[in-house]
């Protein structure tokens, strides 16, 4: 039983493990985005001074000149919407797995620590039972004498 066990265990942190990078991986995954949503960035490499600074894309205010007719192609072509979606939906399997694993592997750790917690527990009120019968043995002998 002990061999079943540890394979048991062994198995279900291997599960909760994956769970736990499966949503690092997501996480990871929604941090960059939210940054390229929040953060002001630029239209191309920033070594040249006819380098365009455009707004964020959350935060965009709508008289910003960095987002009028005529820049709005420089700008929208380096925080492009369907990449970003595309990710995004990337991420949802990504989180799903994860929160799936984790939570099975936790569930099937702490099930392995009751039935653990309930074994200790029955052995120990088995053990005073046996106590308490071997003494009343004890006592109805010394009062036979």
Not at 74 to 90: V, Y
Request: hydrophobic share 45%; net charge negative.
């Amino acid at each position: 039983m002990g061999d079943f066990e540890q394979k048991f265990a062994k198995g279900a942190e291997i599960r909760r493990n994956w769970g736990v990078t499966l949503l690092a991986a997501a996480g990871m995954i929604w941090f960059v985005l939210a940054w390229q949503l929040m953060m002001p960035f630029s239209d191309g490499d920033d070594e040249y001074s006819n380098s365009r600074k455009c707004e964020s894309m959350l935060f965009y205010e709508g008289d910003d000149p960095t987002w009028q007719d005529d820049t709005w192609d420089d700008c929208r072509a380096q925080r492009r919407w369907p990449e970003m979606l595309g990710w995004l939906a990337l991420s949802v399997p990504l989180s799903v797995g994860g929160a799936t694993l984790y939570t099975g592997g936790a569930a099937n750790l702490r099930m392995r620590e009751y039935m653990a917690e309930h074994r200790i527990a029955a052995a120990k009120a088995a053990a005073v039972k046996d106590a308490a019968e071997k003494g009343a043995t004890e006592r109805g002998a010394a009062e036979k004498d």
